[in-house]
C-alpha cells in the first residue's frame, strides 16, 4: 500500500509516520472489531460487504446492473440518512 501512495507523489516518511500514529491505529482496531463483531453474526458473507450504520447490509446484487455506481450511491446517501 505505500508503495501506491509514494508513486502518486507522497512522501514516504510522512506517510510511515502517520501510519504509526494513534489515530490510525485507533481507527484500524475499531474497524477489525466491527469486523469480528459482523463475521460472528453471519453478516460478512463476502467481499466486498458493505454495512450501513451497522446495521443495514448493501446487497450488491440487486443494484441495476446498467448503473451500478449511482444506484450504489443513491442507496448509501438513503441509508446513512435513516
Do not use: E, H
Not at 475499531?30 to 453478516?43: S, V
Not at 460487504?49 to 440487486?62: C, D, F, S
Amino acid at each position: 500500500m505505500r508503495n501506491v501512495f509514494v508513486l502518486n507523489g507522497v512522501d514516504g516518511a510522512k506517510f510511515d509516520k502517520l501510519m504509526k500514529s494513534f489515530m490510525v491505529n485507533a481507527k484500524a482496531k475499531k474497524m477489525k472489531k466491527n469486523q469480528d463483531y459482523f463475521a460472528k453474526k453471519g453478516a460478512l458473507t463476502g467481499v466486498p460487504t458493505l454495512i450501513v450504520n451497522g446495521k443495514y447490509r448493501v446487497n450488491l446484487q440487486a443494484l441495476d446492473k446498467k448503473d451500478t455506481a449511482n444506484d450504489l450511491k443513491k442507496l448509501l446517501v438513503y441509508l446513512l440518512a435513516k
